[in-house]
């Protein structure tokens, strides 16, 4: 059974660039979170998909931006990138929206943005 | 606005040693708790999901425990070993949607 599945692993870009991140969710699982983690910090909620439909967000601008495909896999866009970009990002997924149930994690996608 | 502590934020032991790793949260009406591990570059690997439910949760080594009335968890590992070397998250599940991570601790298990 393949676990949440990330990519690219890793990427670099230049400020200005635009960059798309792709997750696919665990087997079974419909709803995907997306989070940032800066070097020596814990994980930010960047937003969550459901039903293809962006449900909630935490504090980020609207340079981020989501989509959820039919059969459940995401993608994070990144507009006008900044220095302060540069991070891992996390995908997330859960087995049902509203279940507060075990949320399992992607191995990431590290952005460096020069 | 929903904070979660970790402390200690670093913590380097002998193998054999029994820990305690601290998270506080001031989220008083939490779901739920969860503690990741988080190897250096990687993702992060569910350990124990505390529902609110229950007080604590146990798997092999690792015990989990949740002290809602005082804003409390603690992961308690048994007998470390150089392998349980890792960065331990704790995340308060706030509301069904999202996780409030703390910043973690670092623990390294020397031989």
């Known amino acids: 059974d393949a676990g949440v599945t990330q990519s690219p692993t890793h990427l670099i870009k230049t400020r200005g660039q635009q960059v798309t991140l792709r997750c696919s969710p665990k087997?079974?699982?419909?709803?995907v979170s997306w989070y940032q983690q800066a070097l020596g910090q814990g994980p930010q909620f960047i937003f969550q998909y459901y039903e293809e439909e962006e449900r909630q967000r935490g504090n980020f601008p609207d340079r981020f931006s989501g989509h959820q495909y039919p059969n459940y896999s995401s993608e994070l866009n990144v507009n006008a990138l900044l220095l302060g970009d540069s991070a891992l990002y996390l995908c997330?997924?859960?087995?049902?929206?509203?279940?507060?149930?075990?949320?399992?994690f992607g191995e990431g996608s590290r952005l460096t943005v020069l | 606005k929903q904070e979660v502590t970790q402390i200690p934020a670093a913590l380097s032991v002998p193998e054999g040693e029994n820990l305690v790793l601290n998270c506080s949260f001031t989220d008083s009406a939490i779901y739920n708790l969860q503690w990741f591990r988080q190897d250096p570059g990687k993702g992060l690997t569910s350990l124990l999901l505390?529902?609110?439910?229950?007080r604590e949760q146990t798997s092999g080594r690792l015990n989990a425990s949740l002290d809602k009335s005082s804003g409390r968890s603690t992961l308690y590992i048994a007998a470390s070993q150089p392998g349980d070397s890792a960065t331990y998250l704790c995340a308060d599940h706030h509301n069904t949607d999202k996780l409030i991570f703390g910043t973690g601790t670092r623990l390294q298990v020397f031989p």
């Open positions: 505390i529902q609110s439910s229950q």
């Open positions: 997330a997924s859960s087995p049902k929206r509203g279940s507060a149930g075990e949320l399992f």
């Open positions: 087997s079974g699982h419909d709803t």
